[in-house]
């Protein structure tokens, strides 16, 4: 089977998605690029997480064509594919829609530095515009947003995350999941404390060096 490990990985990280409380059902979707074999695992459409076997992930080309499987590719696998060509950092990409960092997608909000955990994202999560999903528009609304950041929200629709690995890209979804719920809770007792852009170089330079994004 081609990119077994990469397809056992879809599925482990598919199942924390729901257990980490991430995504419901079976929403959210996972891809990773094995750059050597040029070939990218992502999770096929609507199949439950829990039912989910390492061969009903669907291996693909990096143009999106499929390779191995006999399940129809993830409806987002347009961004996934734009992402994962976008930048050589980027070698997993994660879409949940995690209901704190989506309720303030639906506000239209960026996340800004309210806890030093944002930097898990950057100085702050910008926003992508909203477009419809499966789209190429909501593609290229999502590479303009996300530049050199580790995420985005995605207006009215949830959360991407990316990383270096698939453990890295889940672990930013996770983090911002906190921040996230922090800010609102703060937005509900009054205007929160914003860190510095400077302040957000120091604590990205000390992620760098403790191996975290
Ligand atoms: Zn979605």
Known sequence: MRLFDERSAIVKFGQKLITSHLTTGTGGNLSIYNRS????????????????????????????????????????IRFHLDLLNFREDINAVVHTHQVNATTIACMNWELPAVHYLVGFSGNKVPLAKYASMGT??????????????N?????????????????SAFNVAE???????????????GEPKILSDEEMIIIGEKFMTSGQP
């Not at 190429?136 to 050199?148: K, T, V, W």
């Not at 949830?158 to 453990?167: C, E, N």
């Open 37 to 76: 074999e040029g070939l990218i695992a992502i999770k096929p459409s609507g199949v439950d997480y829990f039912k989910m076997r390492p061969e009903d992930v669907v291996v693909v080309s990096p143009s999106g064509e499929t390779v191995e499987g006999k399940l129809k590719p993830s409806i987002e």
């Open 136 to 149: 190429q528009a909501l593609s290229d609304n999502i590479l303009e947003a996300i530049g050199g950041y």
């Open 151 to 167: 995420a985005c929200l995605m207006a009215n629709h949830g959360l991407v995350t990316v990383g270096t690995d698939i453990g």
């Open 175 to 189: 983090e911002l999941e906190l921040v996230s719920k922090l800010f609102i809770q703060c937005k509900s007792m």
